[in-house]
């Protein structure tokens, strides 16, 4: 009805329409880097209906409002907008979506997280309340949702490197298989799923030089319909010495980045089509320097990255700092405790269970397996 008043800020319906841009956000990570995934939703300022609602398309453009708003066409006069992060105010490829917002006749918006990226960085909000748009802040829930949302971007932008997740597949009594020449599996169906769709919704998907040797894997996204999703694939060899008859090069897509310090061994990639090298230098230690690494491939757009190496591997970006969150799948059947290792070099689970480094923020059954998200206290 015309003469209803406009929807309350704290409401359960506007709660639903915030929860819903989450959700629109989720269905392109790790599709649109070197852009975040931005969830905007339009629905009726009075009712909440919905209108319309976009995720940044797969590349990274068109952002999120325009496609929302170019959906909604006329309905979008006096409606609301919810969006997951502040809409950008630069003249990139596309006009800036706040000038959409004002152009469309956009009453309300409510957005989530601020952007840091130095060309926006309050300019949206700036320019969408100078032309008469009321903009506010969504509640605490929300905006430290669509914080860890887009948490990939807003560490490129202030800290020049991905957010990282660490993956690590244990037995019940929290080993670590042993390499045997392919990837052993320890976790069943449900939690194989889970573990695809990290990889999904990764930019990039990590190991060491090491797994590849013991597992020979060819990490790639294998769930139906997401195929075309897989994520590039990261190997750190300080020295270049990947072996060249490995798996992860028998398909030229996703490209494989070897991440070196010293390319000298790695003349058998050289121009080789869908693998680069990409030198870092070599570090005083002779091991490379993780957080190099991380800078390297974030100047190269990624913005989400995946670990998925062996114990040393996971250890090494723990102990850097580098671990945003971690993630355990915990099989259901016990190994032979002579084909397992600790899952963190010499340490098990307890240096992230255990750690004020990290809090538990997740944990629930996959069939018969469990996962348990461990997020960093740091953000
Ligand atoms: C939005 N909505 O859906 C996204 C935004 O290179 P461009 O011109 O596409 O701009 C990329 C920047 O725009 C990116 O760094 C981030 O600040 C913002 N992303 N903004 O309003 C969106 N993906
Ligand atoms: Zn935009």
Redesign the pocket.
């Known amino acids: 009805p015309d003469d209803a008043a406009p929807l309350p800020l704290s409401s359960p319906v506007i709660d639903a329409l915030c929860r819903r841009a989450l959700f629109v956000a989720q269905t392109n990570i790790g599709a649109?880097s070197?852009?975040?995934?931005?969830g905007?939703v339009v629905a009726d300022a009075r009712t909440g209906e919905i209108i319309a609602s976009a995720a940044?398309a797969r590349g990274?453009?068109p952002?999120?409002?325009v496609l929302a708003l170019r959906e909604a066409g006329d309905r979008a006069k006096g409606a609301l907008i919810i969006?997951t992060?502040?809409?950008?105010s630069?003249f990139?490829?596309?006009p800036?979506?706040s000038h959409a917002i004002v152009n469309a006749g956009i009453s309300h918006l409510i957005y989530g997280s601020l952007?840091p990226?130095t060309?926006?960085a309050g300019r949206?909000l700036a320019y969408v309340a100078q032309h008469g748009v009321r903009a506010s802040r969504g509640t605490p829930a929300f905006v430290r949702d669509c914080d860890w949302l887009h948490l990939g971007?807003s560490l490129r932008?202030t800290e020049r490197r991905p957010f990282v997740q660490v993956k690590l597949a244990v037995d019940a009594a929290g080993f670590v298989p042993l390499g045997n020449g392919k990837p052993v599996f320890i976790t069943g169906d449900v939690a194989r799923a889970a573990a695809h769709l990290l990889r999904a919704r990764a930019d990039a998907i990590l190991v060491g030089r090491k797994t590849v040797e013991a597992d020979d894997p060819e990490l790639t996204c294998r769930l139906p319909g997401l195929a075309d999703r897989s994520p590039v694939r990261v190997v750190l060899a300080s020295r270049c010495n990947v072996p060249p008859a490995a798996k992860l090069f028998a398909n030229e897509r996703p490209p494989v980045w070897i991440v070196c310090g010293d390319s000298s061994e790695g003349t058998a990639f050289f121009g080789r089509p869908g693998v680069r090298v990409l030198d870092i230098g070599a570090s005083l230690t002779g091991r490379l320097n993780l957080r190099l690494a991380m800078m390297r491939v974030a100047a190269e757009g990624t913005t989400r990255l995946l670990v998925e190496g062996g114990p040393s591997t996971a250890r090494g970006f723990i102990d850097a700092g580098l671990a945003d969150e971690v993630i355990i799948m915990r099989g259901a059947q016990t190994l032979d405790p002579q084909a397992g290792m600790p899952p963190f070099g010499d340490r098990g689970l307890d240096l992230v269970a255990a750690s004020p480094q990290f809090t538990l923020f997740d944990k629930r059954k996959a069939g018969a397996d469990t996962i348990s998200i461990y997020r960093s206290t740091a953000h």
């Open positions: 649109t070197p852009n975040p995934s931005v905007a940044t990274g453009r952002h999120a409002e969006t992060l502040e809409p950008c630069h990139g490829a596309t800036p979506c952007d990226d060309r926006v949206g971007h932008v």
